[in-house]
């Protein structure tokens, strides 16, 4: 399971530290190559409720094998486009959103998946998803380093080694995901769309407040990533692979923080909550600083780091909470919407960064840091802390 992530993660992530080399190479400008990781998002974004829903009503594994396969489909477009094409720009896109696609059945439907898996014990939902979230974070530790080596071998080796790791991620799922078989009758759609309002009817405002930091702290991430991208290569003259294990450096906290969340939360709501907002008080605090260390890679590094490393708390708690607090009839749609949340963050981080950086780079990430702030407040009052009668635990419980 923890290959699928993994492999999506490379996918798009991958892709970040070589921008720059795509730049010069297809002859586009900055904010082109940004949709070179928003198409694949955008794709994403819209077709994951779907994939989600399909999963609920045919199988989870059903789903997430056709999904690795356009993933490897994708890839290849790309890659040969680079290689064979004078104009490779529009198969490129063409390729990344259909990997986009793979990405919506893919990825997502692990959150489901393993909330079905062990649904009777929170202790091991808790500390699998935070091994999953691990290796979604592992993922984006090595995407710099494989990126950069790959390019620095051929410029488009990046697409192809995308669908090479989606192969080894397709075997894997066929022989040794063994998903449990669904007895229930499949949910008519007129059903299934009242279910889910209802569901937000009665859940929505901490539901909608764990979407809202997931794009939060998406759009922060892959924003800096490529500002950091940006900036390692023009300011500070770092290239290549030594550019990608500079690169990597916030990742390895946010992988570190990510693995160690997973292990301590153990289905605690408490805990959960007190998590997220010391988490998003120290990201909104340490994100502000960013614009104002540009120049001193040092002072970069150290304050992006402490950006990764809440970030890296955020996301398996966020995990928790969507999938062991809603039934399993409906974890597959709403684990999908909050992973489309997610992928609003990552679709919109780079092309607002390639336009704002320009000019605005301090006033962007102090505009960030307050923005958390506000997000801060929403945690506050509308995630619950205490098994009540208005905690997502109960609330994710039929009335008597």
């Not at 999904?67 to 040969?80: D, H, K, Q, R, V």
């Not at 393993?114 to 014990?121: E, M, Q, S, T």
């Not at 091991?124 to 494989?146: A, D, H, M, Q, R």
Request: hydrophobic share 55%.
């Amino acid at each position: 399971m923890a290959s699928i992530p993994l492999v999506m993660t490379l996918g798009n992530s991958m892709l970040i530290p070589v921008l720059p080399i795509f730049e010069e190479k297809v002859g586009v400008t900055s904010f082109q190559t940004s949709m070179i990781i928003t198409s694949y998002s955008i794709a994403s974004i819209f077709l994951i409720p779907i994939a989600g829903y399909l999963s609920d009503r045919y199988g989870r594994k059903m789903v997430i094998l056709p999904s690795l396969i356009m993933s490897l489909i994708g890839g290849l477009i790309a890659g040969f486009a680079s290689w064979k094409m004078n104009d490779p720009f529009t198969w490129i896109i063409v390729g990344r959103v259909l990997q986009g696609i793979g990405a919506a059945g893919a990825a997502p439907i692990i959150l489901p998946l393993v909330g079905d898996l062990y649904k009777d014990d929170d202790e091991k939902t808790s500390s699998c998803l935070g091994t999953i979230e691990t290796s979604n974070t592992f993922g984006k530790v090595l995407s710099p380093i494989l990126g950069a080596a790959f390019a620095a071998f051929l410029w488009f080796l990046p697409f192809f080694s995308i669908s090479f790791f989606s192969l080894i991620s397709i075997l894997l799922v066929i022989f040794f995901i063994k998903a449990p078989k669904n007895t229930d009758k499949p949910v008519e759609i007129k059903v299934f769309l009242h279910k889910t309002k209802d569901i937000f009817k009665k859940q929505g405002k901490w539901i909608f407040t764990v979407f809202l930091v997931g794009a939060y702290v998406m759009l922060v991430l892959f924003a800096t990533l490529f500002f950091l991208s940006d900036y390692l290569e023009k300011v500070h003259d770092l290239h290549g692979v030594l550019k990608g294990f500079v690169l990597a450096i916030p990742l390895l906290f946010l992988c570190i923080a990510s693995f160690i969340t997973g292990k301590k939360i153990k289905g605690d709501l408490k805990l959960m909550k007190w998590i997220m907002m010391f988490s998003l008080v120290t990201m909104s605090v340490a994100v502000a600083f960013v614009g104002f260390t540009s120049e001193q890679l040092y002072l970069l590094l150290a304050v992006t780091s402490f950006v990764g490393l809440s970030i890296g708390a955020l996301l398996p708690t966020l995990d928790a909470l969507i999938t062991e607090n809603i039934e399993k009839a409906e974890r597959g749609t709403i684990s999908s919407f909050y992973s489309s949340s997610r992928f609003i963050g990552v679709a919109a981080g780079p092309p607002l960064m390639s336009v704002l950086m320009k000019d605005l780079l301090n006033q962007t990430f102090i505009g960030a840091g307050i923005l958390g702030g506000v997000i801060l407040l929403a945690v506050i009052f509308f995630i619950k802390g205490k098994s009540s009668d208005k905690s997502p635990k109960a609330e994710a419980m039929p009335a008597h």
